[in-house]
């Protein structure tokens, strides 16, 4: 018998036949009292075994079934059960769990008997490249890059769930045909919406999600150190990292491949160049080590409204919190409602700078700003190439630094004005180019000045310091007889809030 627990192929029905009637007379629990009795017996078989290896042959299939007084060594020396035992030469195949927690394989038996070689199968290693595949696949449709997905890692692959608009990935899916894994990280802070959400989604496709929870020691520190709500204070990413980060990073270790719903649209300076299929460059998968992970984006290239078309389209179930204005959803109270004007991801993490508006859940995808000169050119350099300047109209006047400190120095200015502090790359800025337009339009010829101060790069430092800049884009009004700017707090930044704002103020 070898290393596998398998008949060796020399042994003959008639001896092992022979040798199982020797042992019917025996009670099972007086059979095998030790470790030490089962490797003897073992031994003893597999040199039998070899004296008659010229006399008969055994098929590599055939499997040999004990009755019911037979024993069934176990993987564990130390115990063992008087149950049926199988034994089959066939290599069985054992799909990795999610959580990527170590499994026994029962095929094995613990042997002493060292005379055979253990079966070993060559891995061959396949070479892939990702680059070249993702530059095939960029003018795929979503459903033809699930297909490939899922048919060239099978079960080894799964997709992220975050109870948002992604659930358009788990309808792809459905519509392949093929079969799918979906996994989601729980924070323990979700709204309520997001899991009668996730109920509605495991019924109407009759599925199980893989639910990853936080490790509750780690959630236990950080909220008797530094309380529920630390992240209003020192910025998100230690809750992240606890909540939704390391709890992702286990579940990948049990995957080869991972499916997320990133599109290029979603975030400013972050995923603009998210390609549909690449190597990780941050987590690792099951077979540990960098690139030992894919991660496929089928949405990378489609447009936020284009996936809410096609949702409505097949009738998919969604969060009732989209219909309460929240786009982008993420944990109760770190997530709010967007306002006219706003851009998707200026719902998460508010408070915080619009370029740090990602939870590091895909930390390879974050792409660093690049300025030259005094960053007030429109020459902003991106990793992906050139961006345009915004606020571009003949009612907007450009402002440098110098101009900057002389309006902070003016306290008798001859009219108001009214600024933003704005960086082109910035997708809320963007998103509130034809508002503040429109407003300078209206204001035209009012007698109060428009103005833009772009407020990245080199002079970030000095609009935080003297400008009360906390994210872009930030609005100031500067009165006509007070050196002092006022910073405008809401969030509507529609031509109405803005204007009566202005009429409030001037």
């Not at 299929?277 to 409204?305: C, H, M, R, T, Y």
Request: charged fraction near 25%; include cysteine.
């Amino acid at each position: 018998m070898n290393l596998k627990g398998r008949p060796s192929p020399s042994i003959t029905p008639f001896l092992l036949s022979s040798f199982y009637k020797s042992l019917s007379p025996i009670h099972p629990k007086s059979f095998i009292h030790s470790k030490t009795d089962f490797e003897a017996s073992t031994m003893a078989l597999a040199v039998t075994s070899t004296s008659i290896a010229s006399s008969s042959s055994l098929r590599a299939e055939q499997v040999v079934q004990l009755n019911t007084t037979s024993f069934q060594p176990s993987d564990r020396a130390h115990l063992v059960s008087p149950t049926v035992l199988s034994l089959s030469v066939k290599r069985s195949v054992a799909v990795k769990a999610l959580n990527a927690e170590s499994r026994r394989n029962d095929a094995i038996v613990t042997s002493a008997a060292t005379t055979f070689a253990p079966d070993v199968m060559e891995k061959s290693v396949e070479f892939e490249d990702f680059e070249k595949l993702a530059k095939d696949l960029e003018n795929s449709s979503p459903l033809e890059i699930m297909d490939k997905a899922l048919e060239k890692y099978g079960n080894d692959i799964a997709i992220a769930f975050s109870g948002a608009e992604d659930v358009a990935l788990i309808e792809y899916a459905h519509l392949t045909g093929r079969p799918y894994r979906v996994f989601s990280l729980d924070t323990g802070r979700l709204n309520p919406e997001t899991y009668k959400f996730f109920d509605a989604v495991e019924k109407h496709y009759n599925i199980r999600i893989e639910y990853m929870f936080p490790d509750s020691i780690e959630v236990q520190a950080l909220v008797r150190t530094k309380g529920l709500f630390s992240f209003y204070e020192d910025g998100h990413q230690e809750c992240c990292r606890v909540r939704k980060v390391r709890p992702l990073r286990r579940a990948l270790k049990g995957l080869r491949a991972w499916i997320t719903g990133q599109r290029k649209d979603q975030s400013p300076g972050t995923r603009s160049q998210v390609p549909v299929v690449q190597v990780d460059p941050v987590f690792e998968g099951l077979d540990g080590g960098s690139g030992s992970l894919v991660k496929w984006n089928p949405v990378a290239n489609v447009a936020g409204n284009d996936i809410w078309n096609f949702l409505r389209t097949m009738d998919v179930p969604v969060n009732s919190l989209h219909a309460q204005g929240y786009v982008s959803i993420g944990c109760e109270p770190c997530t709010r409602a967007v306002l006219p004007g706003q851009h998707e991801r200026e719902g998460r993490w508010w408070w915080e700078d619009a370029k740090a508006k990602e939870c590091g859940l895909h930390k390879g995808n974050i792409k660093e700003e690049s300025v030259n000169g005094n960053g007030n050119g429109n020459d902003t350099l991106h990793a992906n190439g050139s961006v345009s300047d915004i606020f571009n109209s003949d009612d907007i006047l450009s402002l440098t630094r110098p101009g900057m400190e002389n309006l902070l120095k003016m306290e008798g200015r001859k009219d108001p004005w009214i600024v933003v502090l704005y960086a082109p790359w910035c997708q809320f800025c963007q998103a509130m180019e034809a508002s503040y337009v429109e407003l300078a339009e209206k204001l035209g010829g009012s007698g109060m000045k428009v103005g833009k101060f772009r407020a990245d790069g080199d002079e970030k430092a000095f609009a935080q310091q003297e400008l009360q800049l906390g994210s872009f884009p930030t609005i100031l009004f500067f009165p006509k007889h007070s050196s002092r700017p006022i910073k405008y707090s809401s969030e509507k930044r529609d031509v109405d809030s803005l204007m009566a704002f202005v009429n409030a103020l001037r």
